[in-house]
């Protein structure tokens, strides 16, 4: 597994709202990181970093992530968290928990003084901070309480933000993303937000979240007396502030009467994965569910609409007197975007046009002559 090169990961200058507490001190840190993915690997490598050249300030740090999972046909293939390979290299002891805590509950001899949770997607429980003499600490990519949830960056893009920022905040034992705010860095820009990818924005805040734990960690904020410092200050006028849930295959579904041209093209860029259900063509049709094949979209490109025949928004269509058809689909804002790539159930993904014709989506009898072109359109409408 390879990680992005953060050629910024001790820069100085831009975190907001951290004061210096040279009163206050700390025995030496003993950590216990919980991450997971490529957002966490900027925070762990500086603060193994440290580690090494300050271990009076990080004595020791173990790793916790999730299990591997299996995927695949038969269970065969297991995919690990991306952190586990970072770890490893680094020479950090890795631990892995299951989706519950019950196989990694605080012995009394529990070792760990402080936990650090970076995009970490599974709650703390109350009985391990109480056990953990700092408790914890988060790095959260937003301006909480902004975007609060599992899937900041994404949000953040799909809300089409302009700015965005990182807090640092203590572990809630009741709900996510609900502690006290140590410090947050503010109005980061999102570069070219029409276009930003969440690989891209992902790579450019994470060393900017370990810039901001790093100086928490060698101010001692997480030590008591805790300031509030978020932009809200724990008041209650929260208007214009929106959540980041996780997001469900319901998520990625397209509808067609309302998803405009941008939206499809936005939250494909973004998420990926969109997907809808069709129906072959058969001369007896029974309408039974089984009918249905999923067809998961693999790219999406846009096209002048001039001279095409103008069909209901979410059926494919395919011009017959190109040498490379293209397989076109006119969307509710009367744009029309070309079909890529698609991975149909019970088959690779292929092509687009091959893919629809191997899976006998098209109708055989639609071929229509229009404005001097012919093609034939899906037997239904994508749902």
Known sequence: MRFPNFPR???SGYAQNIRRSHSKTCDPLRVLFCGSDEFSAAPLQALNAERLKNPDLVQSIDVLCLKPKRFGRGG?????VPIIALAKDLGLQVHLLD?????FQPLPSWPYN?????????FVP???LDATKYRGLNVHPSLLPDLRGAAPIHWALLLERKTTGITLQTLDSKRFDDGITLAQIKDIEIPDPMHC?????RDLLAPKGADILMKGIRERLFVPPLEQVGWHKGGR????IQPAPRFQASDRKLDWRVWDANRILRTDRVLGGLWNMAIPFTKHRTGTVSDHLRVTFSGFGVVDEDNLPHISPGTPFQLCNER???????TCDGRVLELKELKIEGDQKREASLAAKRARLLHPESSIIKNGTTYQAFARPLT
Do not use: M, Y
């Open 114 to 122: 402080l936990l650090i949770a970076v995009s970490f997607g599974r």
């Open 126 to 128: 109350s009985r391990v």
């Open 324 to 330: 490379n058809s293209q397989l076109l689909v006119w």
């Open 237 to 240: 006028d929260l208007l214009g």
């Open 76 to 80: 065969k293939s297991i995919r690990e």
């Open 197 to 201: 990818s969440f690989e891209h924005l």
């Open 99 to 103: 989706d519950r805590w019950d196989s």
């Open 9 to 11: 990961l001790f820069s």
